[in-house]
């Protein structure tokens, strides 16, 4: 059985993480060629995967100027490069996984999934928690009728202050049009898992949500532009740059800065680059925390709540049926049903998160079943396909557009068979 050759389009971080199933499974998936227009990052992923020179692209129109080099492409650029790329893969017979979201273009979105249907690709998006053994367990403990019949959901994302001020102030997704809506960016993950445990359409949403304290007023007194540049509140201050991308063991988010591990690069870096920045004076516009209410069919309700100003990053919920409830923490790892009358109460605890990377084990699940939906295509259906995945962004552009213009939105204004779409910024 041959392998399913892919060329990774975008070698960020997300990229390489899911490319990294190649190297636990060679015999099931081989990194045959990637274009990324930063050298560096070019150069990282030909030497992890042995890619042959002239199968290294400075740019996606360099690949696709060619012939097809694999079956498969996965695209992992940022928001507002997906639907290009993944039109012109689409149109020249590759299959494609998309990082989620699909774009920052609700008719983009629907454009991309009837690409897929015309040229009969597999079309898979990067909703990694559909596929942690957690939210799958809350799945068939739901579809078993453990709680009875669904009746409302609370679902939290617990960004976590640390996590926003990396990501959504000094980061890349700190500006809606530079990247997309935070409704959209960080928590389209979400809503994907509450569309997919009400198991039927949303009918209409109402948002309300506002960036509060990461603003130039919130500012201490006398903090400058760049906390390197000698910040009175240095020994107090969580969000102190240096504090967090200068320690040894600074992780991801230390490698975020530059592509230099080295103490001295990333000193520079922090010295006039965004890591550097004061949180509270960078340019960022996406909110701090929102809560959303949705109405499903079947009388089904849902209320999401997203917030910066948590301890941990972490998601939490609460299911509520006709016969039970079922309240569940991630972080934790951990699912607790109660049913009515009965003071019967189980918990079950999940001993193997996945082992499998990150969101809770679902990332390279996620390219698992990526890999068996192109194997067998047309007899095997992915989890996360555009058409199961568009529905929940319908919700993140409805949630948007109610917290935009203060009023109740009704899915109904998204017209679902519209089939072209050109614009382009």
């Known amino acids: 059985m041959k392998p399913i050759t892919v060329t990774l389009i975008g070698a960020g971080m997300r990229g390489m993480i899911y490319t990294g199933y190649a190297l636990s499974k060679p015999h099931e998936l081989q990194i045959v060629a990637v274009a990324d227009p930063d050298a ?26 060619g012939p097809r080099v694999s ?4 695209i992992c650029t940022q928001d507002r490069d997906h639907y290009e790329p993944t039109m012109k893969a689409l149109s020249a017979g590759y299959h494609v996984l998309l990082e989620k979201p699909m774009s920052p273009h609700w008719e983009q979105c629907l454009a991309m999934g009837q690409q897929a249907e015309q040229h009969d690709r597999v079309f898979t998006i990067c909703h990694v928690l559909r596929y942690s053994p957690f939210f799958q367990t809350i799945k068939q403990l739901l579809d078993a009728g453990r709680i009875g019949r669904l009746m409302s959901i609370q679902h939290n994302e617990n960004v976590g202050y640390w996590h926003q001020a990396h990501s959504y102030v000094r980061g890349k997704w700190r500006r809606t049009d530079e990247s997309s809506p935070m409704i959209l960016a960080k928590s389209c993950h979400d809503l994907d898992i509450i569309q997919w445990l009400a198991g039927t359409p949303c009918v209409s949403v109402s948002s309300y949500g506002h960036l509060s304290h990461f603003r130039p007023e919130e500012a201490p007194p006398g903090a400058p532009q760049f906390c ?78 997203m917030s910066a100003f948590t301890n941990d990053s972490s998601r939490t919920l609460k299911l509520m049926g006709t016969r039970g409830e079922l309240r ?16 019967q109460r189980e918990t079950i605890t999940l001993t193997d998160p996945g082992g499998h990377v990150g969101h809770g084990g679902g990332d390279l699940r996620l390219v698992r079943d990526f890999v068996q939906a192109v194997r067998h295509h047309g007899s095997y259906n992915s989890a996360t396909s555009a058409k199961a995945s568009v529905q929940s962004h319908l919700m993140a552009f409805a949630a948007e557009r109610s917290r935009l213009e203060q009023r109740m939105v009704p899915l109904s204004e998204f017209d679902q068979e519209r089939v072209t779409y050109t614009k382009e910024d």
């Open 40 to 65: 560096q990052k070019r150069q990282l992923c030909q030497e992890q995967y042995g890619i042959a020179d002239n199968r290294c692209y400075e740019s996606w129109d360099d690949l696709f100027a």
């Open 71 to 74: 079956d498969a492409v996965f």
């Open 228 to 305: 390197l540049d000698g910040c009175p509140v240095e020994d107090s201050c969580v969000y102190y740059a240096p504090d967090i991308y200068l320690k040894p063991d600074g992780g991801w988010k230390a490698a975020s800065v530059c592509a230099d591990p080295s103490y001295e690069a990333r000193y520079a870096a922090l010295k006039k680059g965004p890591y550097g920045r004061c949180v509270y004076h960078c340019d960022n516009d996406v909110v701090d925390h929102q809560v959303v209410s949705l109405s499903f069919e079947q009388d089904i309700t849902a209320v999401f709540t």
């Open 328 to 343: 569940a923490s991630m972080d934790r790892n951990e699912i607790e049903i109660t049913l009515f009358g009965t003071g």
